[in-house]
């Protein structure tokens, strides 16, 4: 009888738990028939928090809500209606609202303003904002990143793939068209390829801010996990207790790694720290979890070596009226990207959504189009969004974070979910904001949602102190606009060694290559594989050539060099180190790869004599 009373007690749980969504499902027409396009919708929840939405060109509007009472506000054209409807678990409610009095017919539809440049810059606040925009008259060779490609920014250089576009000279033209893709330039850091350094830097230059945004990603718990085929286990659940307390979460990556944090916002006494992983109901202890400093914490478990085809990306943008001088420009290089993600990647099933936010005084504080496999949807949303509104410096992030964790419907089984954040303001400082900050990071976290910052001019090395520790806290990268595109105003220099300046499009496109590529089950891929060195071998162009056997490897690995090396890393297709080598000048390594997943490789080090870091690409098999 106990068994029987635990079983109903634990089903009663699963579905309590995990079974509470419905769907809405919405369509407005007028009363003759036509769609009701970009009206706008707000919905307040049982805990009446406010969502702000847009009918699509169809009238139409989809979201999962998690069941309860909501009100549902209407406007359009100065009309307004409020409608009440209940979610109730599994169930799909189709609403069909006709809006009487409200007359739209095609022509209207037809005839109606875009808007313009001009008009931005009249909605911006900022007066500084208002002067004259140039963009660069010449034009450079595209190239796309293959998914069979895995190279960071700098290998995509040295391999004549990527301009270096901080050092041509730009005529510049006033804006007089249609603004296309490929104009905003950008680099990436990624905190996680050089780990000392941000550890030199965030106690150095970067010391202060930490106590101004409390959060402080210091003590890292890495954890790799791999099934009993050598294969990577992609989306696990990974917790960090301290004794019986669970203080963080995440969920392993394409790679099977996970990061997970401790005393990330708060300092807490530090007891008995232990890591739980957790995939189809196999359950796998850490019991003494090392910390990043003294090692990767490696698991093995039960699992299939297959992963799920299923990609969420969403795009947060910042339309307050400081976004004037890119907005423009960051829409267009979006839709560019949608369409290149979508047609480089037929074999994976994608969703985009985007969320647009302002500030607590503006016309609205979020606007979210929801997660759709219809990218033309997320398309036309971001397409109609105009920058307006803010004044006050900091604006709602904190807010638009929150949505996007939260309400976003992100699905449970994926191989990655990736959030785009594009800002240039940071958000406020007050408690209740740094608060709901730390809720939405964590709950991006424990979801498995990459965070990846664009940031833009405005930004001051606190906020990019933020959005770095950001990045680290939901295993994403900090990326940056730059002055070498010639638009917008002047954009911070990130502290760091160096980077490589991109095309923001070709950045963000290769990123989510980067985050959605997995190892073939099949270890014939591997076999077969021609391994092409990143590095151009040509005579003057590198000082130190390194030579690697046998490569593949089936776990030793051999690395010769012609000449002294100080600096040599070990790291994943991600561009995440996971070995450091202790070079002091030395010309011959050994190190045991064991421990890690089949997969693709890259050996990187450091030719001091060039001042560039370079890498050579091997293959771990088993």
């Known amino acids: 009888m106990k068994v029987l009373i635990s079983f109903f007690f634990l089903l009663f749980f699963f579905v309590a738990t995990f079974a509470q969504k419905g769907t809405l499902s919405v369509s407005f027409k007028s009363e003759d028939n036509v769609a009701v396009e970009h009206g706008k919708i707000k919905i307040k929840t049982p805990s009446s928090y406010q969502l702000n939405f847009e009918t699509d060109v169809n009238g139409f509007f989809q979201m999962d809500f998690e069941s309860g009472l909501y009100t549902l506000y209407f406007d359009k054209k100065m009309f307004k209606d409020t409608f009440q409807f209940k979610i109730s678990p599994f169930k799909t409610n189709n609403l069909q609202i006709v809006l009487h009095n409200l007359n739209v017919n095609k022509e209207q ?27 660069r008259s010449e034009s450079s060779d595209d190239f796309e ?18 301009q270096d576009y901080s050092a041509t000279k730009r005529s510049k033209t006033r804006i007089t068209e249609e603004i296309s893709a490929s104009a905003l330039t950008a680099g990436e850091l990624n905190d996680f390829s050089k780990w000392e350094l941000w550890t030199d830097i965030e106690s150095t230059d970067l010391e202060n801010h930490y106590k101004t945004w409390n959060i402080y990603p210091h003590y890292r718990f890495c954890v790799q996990v791999k099934n009993h085929e050598n294969y990577p286990v992609i989306n696990a659940s990974i917790k960090l207790y301290n004794g019986d307390e669970i203080i963080f979460e995440s969920r392993t990556d394409n790679t099977g790694k996970g990061e997970l944090w401790a005393d990330l916002f708060k ?35 039960s699992a299939n070596c297959t992963s799920s085809k299923n990609v969420d990306i969403a795009f947060i943008v910042d339309a307050t009226g400081s976004m004037g001088d890119e907005i423009k420009y960051l829409q267009s290089e979006l839709l560019d990207v949608i369409d290149r993600i979508k047609n480089q990647n037929k074999t994976l099933n994608i969703q985009t959504g985007s969320v647009f936010y302002r500030d607590h005084t503006d016309a609205y504080l979020t606007k979210m189009s929801p997660m759709t496999s219809n990218v033309s949807k997320t398309s036309e949303f971001i397409k109609n969004q ?11 992030v904190d807010e638009a974070l929150w949505v996007t964790s939260e309400f976003l419907n ?24 740094l608060d709901k900050i730390e809720k939405a990071v964590k709950l991006a976290s424990k979801k498995g ?56 499009n070709d950045l963000i496109v290769r990123l989510i290559t980067q985050y959605t590529k997995v190892s073939e089950c099949n270890k014939t891929f591997y076999k077969n594989t021609a391994i092409i060195d990143s590095a151009i071998e040509a005579k003057g162009q590198i000082g130190i050539n390194i030579y690697l056997y046998p490569n593949p490897t089936k776990g030793i690995l051999n690395i010769k060099s012609d000449l002294p090396i100080n600096e040599l890393y070990i790291s994943d297709l991600s561009g995440k180190s996971i070995a450091m080598l202790s070079g002091n000048s030395n010309t011959f390594w050994k190190y045991n790869l064991s421990n890690y997943p089949t997969g693709l490789y890259l050996i990187r080090y450091y030719d001091q004599n060039k001042d560039k870091w370079h890498s050579k690409k091997f293959i771990l098999i088993k």
């Open 145 to 162: 990143i293959m998914a069979s490609e895995f190279l960071s920014a700098s290998d995509m250089k040295e391999a004549g793939k990527i």
């Open 267 to 301: 300092n807490k006494t530090k007891t008995n720290y232990q890591i739980l992983i957790s995939k189809n109901e196999v359950d796998h202890w850490i019991k003494k979890p090392l910390l990043f400093s003294k090692g990767i914490n490696f698991a093995t478990i």
């Open 410 to 433: 992100w699905r449970n089984e994926t191989r990655a979910k990736i959030a785009f954040l594009i800002l240039d303001a940071p958000p406020h400082q007050n408690q209740s904001e």
């Open 386 to 396: 105009f920058a307006a509104g803010g004044g006050d410096g900091p604006e709602a």
């Open 449 to 504: 949602i990459r965070i990846i910052p664009i940031v833009g001019s405005g930004i001051n090395k606190s906020t990019e102190y933020l959005m770095r520790s950001i990045a680290l806290a939901t295993n994403g990268t900090y990326t940056f606009l730059t002055d070498d595109s010639g638009i917008g105003n002047a954009h911070l220099k990130p502290t760091t060694d160096d980077y490589q300046v991109e095309k923001l």
């Open 109 to 135: 539809k037809k005839s109606s303003p875009k808007r313009t440049t001009e008009h931005i810059f009249k909605k911006s606040k900022s007066d500084f904002r208002k002067k004259e925009k140039f963009i």
